[in-house]
């Protein structure tokens, strides 16, 4: 009888074992939102600190080029967007192993070269055509939400260039190129020293919201399952937070 | 009998080569032929007739035929120079003309920002006393292509008048001709059929500069947007616009490539 317990506890003990350590292994391909950048390099190291054995590859760029390389075949494991439309096409499309869910929101202000040289105080500035006026093309979610916003301010915009995705636009402003364009929160905390964001008020500003799934073509299904659970677990939560995002 | 066998074996092309040389084809043929595959021929008059398509169209053959008259302005004395000019540096001088051919064209639209920029070395300077502001217009647009581009005009022509026979120009100059006559009518023609070759591969690398433009110059409809950033943005969105852009590229490229090569350019 004593032998027989000890059994069972050993046998329980080496299946605690078994699951608390690494059962996921090889690589995983995480297609991300360009505003993900930051966010999911810090993820990606704490993820392969827990689990050794994944090598997590992070593809990152604008969620529509994102879905386009899904659609059209690209062996991706897990898809982070910056809005639903783009998840939304590719579960229509029947690539989704789950359903999305959404991880985090972000929410939209304007950037400013540090100093705000243009003196840019609010949206009604995005009129003035001396100055020079970036956001992200009309596709891509951040022109998407930035272009909504501007129309909630009844604001038509002066646009000298449509950006093909946030860093790009970031970029510009943070060498003093543009004046001003619309970006996430989270976009200009990442940029801070070169970048300033000013508030848009919450009556005309967007939330976007980040939906993320696992795909069905997943070559890595259980890594795959294993990021999307840490991504909502509470540790992958104080991370995305701590770069600017909002829980759900 | 025994020849004769010999000599159909050697007229006969080696299987191997005509194997591995048809791989190397495929590359180039596969895919355009995907590409031609996804065009929606019944909406194609349309889409081609949208103002996004003309736009850029427009915009492309301005820009890359500016940047190609740029280039002949200066890069032909560039190329002259370190033909025949004797300076110290001229090494240093050939690899930095070279450069932008194995630069991502990105890095050289950064490297034109941090220049020409409106907060750029020299951009700065050049905005306060002309007013003249590069990123984000046409004439950016034109600076990156001419930048991109320019480097296969200097290099065709430089190795041209390199391995030109002096002699000619010499005994034109003993005739009485002038130096500038001498450059016009014995330098330029005699180096004709690589300064063409040149010239088309400037325009074609114009026509197709993605990178260093979209850095450098932005993307604006019918200010910056040229075909290939149409291209890519409406790849994303509007997948039928895209393949009709590209085909434009395509049919556009290939006709002054094959038609300028048949009637100028067999000497290559």
């Known amino acids: ?248 | 009998m025994k020849i004769d066998a010999s000599l159909r074996r050697t007229r006969r092309p080696p299987a191997l080569l005509v194997v591995l040389g048809s791989i190397g084809l495929a590359m180039f043929v596969v895919p355009f032929v995907g590409l031609l595959a996804r065009v929606p021929w019944s909406d194609l008059p349309a889409l081609l007739a949208s103002d996004v398509v003309t736009d850029a169209l427009r915009l492309s053959m301005v820009t890359s035929l500016t940047a190609t008259a740029i280039a002949v302005v200066v890069g032909i004395p560039l190329a002259w120079m370190m033909a025949r000019l004797d300076f110290p540096g001229r090494p240093l001088v050939r690899g930095l003309v070279t450069l932008p051919l194995v630069l991502p064209p990105v890095v050289g639209g950064a490297a034109l920002l941090f220049a020409l920029g409106r907060r750029g070395l020299v951009g700065e300077g050049l905005e306060q006393a002309t007013g003249l502001l590069l990123p984000f217009s046409t004439w950016g647009v034109v600076v990156a292509n001419t930048f991109v581009a320019m480097p296969f005009l200097v290099i065709t022509v430089e190795a041209a008048i390199r391995n030109l026979d002096q002699r000619y120009e010499g005994a034109a100059a003993s005739l009485g001709a002038n130096r500038w006559t001498v450059l016009r009518r014995v330098t330029l023609p005699m180096i004709g059929p690589s300064l063409v070759a040149g010239l088309v591969l400037t325009w074609a690398r114009a026509f197709g500069e993605f990178g260093a433009t979209i850095t450098f110059a932005g993307n604006l409809q019918g200010r910056t947007q040229t075909l290939p950033l149409a291209v890519f943005v409406a790849l994303e969105s509007d997948r039928d616009t895209a393949v009709a852009l590209s085909l434009v590229m395509v049919v556009v490229s290939l006709a002054v490539l094959v038609g300028l090569r048949e009637r100028w350019w067999k000497a290559l």
């Open chain 1, 1 to 248: 009888m004593r032998n027989f317990r000890l059994t069972i506890t050993t046998c329980v003990l080496g299946m605690v074992i078994a699951c608390s350590g690494s059962s996921v292994e090889g690589e995983l391909l995480v297609s991300a939102a360009a505003s993900l950048t930051n966010a999911f390099a810090e993820m990606e190291s704490a993820f392969e600190d827990a689990n050794p054995d994944v090598d997590v590859l992070l593809n990152l760029g604008s969620s529509s080029a994102l879905r386009e390389q899904i659609l059209e075949g690209a062996p991706a494991d897990v898809f982070a967007s910056a809005n639903t439309s783009n998840m939304d096409q590719v579960a229509e499309a029947g690539e989704l192993a789950g359903d999305a869910e959404i991880f985090v929101t972000n929410s939209l202000q304007i950037a400013v070269p540090s100093g705000n040289p243009a003196g840019v105080t609010g949206l009604e500035d995005f009129t003035r055509e001396e100055l020079l006026i970036g956001l992200c093309a009309e596709d891509v979610p951040c022109g998407d939400f930035g272009r909504q916003a501007l129309e909630n301010a009844g604001v038509i915009p002066s646009i000298d260039t449509n950006e093909p995705d946030v860093r790009a636009l970031l970029t510009k402003i943070g060498a003093g190129e543009l004046d001003a364009g619309i970006t996430y929160v989270t976009d200009v905390l990442s940029a801070s020293g070169t970048v300033e964001g000013l508030h848009i008020p919450a009556e005309v500003n967007v939330v976007a919201e980040y939906p993320i799934a696992t795909l069905t073509g997943a070559p890595n299904a259980d890594a795959a399952a294993a990021w999307v659970e840490f991504v909502l677990s509470e540790e992958g939560q104080a991370i995305l937070t701590s770069y600017g995002f909002t829980s759900p």
